[in-house]
């Protein structure tokens, strides 16, 4: 996503408040006992300036099984 570069998430938020459009990034995460590894979900610095820039929502569902 922060490879598109900063005139892409310009351009994005442009045509979302010409067309009433949002940019969104939803990430689904399950966590299950047997996957001790889980850590979350990383979002490096490029990554938030981008969606900033894009003005995008940002929705994260976490599941956790027992």
Same mark, same amino acid.
């Given at each position: 996503?922060?490879?598109?570069? !900063?005139? &892409? $998430?310009?351009?994005?938020? @442009? #045509?979302? =408040?010409?067309? %009433?459009?949002?940019? =969104? !990034? &939803?990430?689904?995460? @399950?966590?299950?006992?047997?996957? +001790? !590894?889980?850590? %979350? &979900?990383? #979002? =490096?610095? @490029?990554?938030?300036?981008? #969606? $900033?820039? $894009?003005? $995008? %929502? ?5 599941? +956790?099984?027992?």
């Amino acid at each position: 996503m922060a490879s598109w570069g !900063l005139p &892409i $998430a310009r351009k994005f938020r @442009e #045509l979302c =408040s010409e067309r %009433g459009w949002e940019v =969104s !990034l &939803i990430i689904v995460q @399950e966590f299950r006992n047997d996957d +001790v !590894l889980e850590k %979350g &979900i990383p #979002l =490096s610095p @490029e990554v938030v300036e981008t #969606l $900033a820039v $894009a003005g $995008a %929502g940002v929705e994260i569902d976490q599941y +956790v099984y027992h």
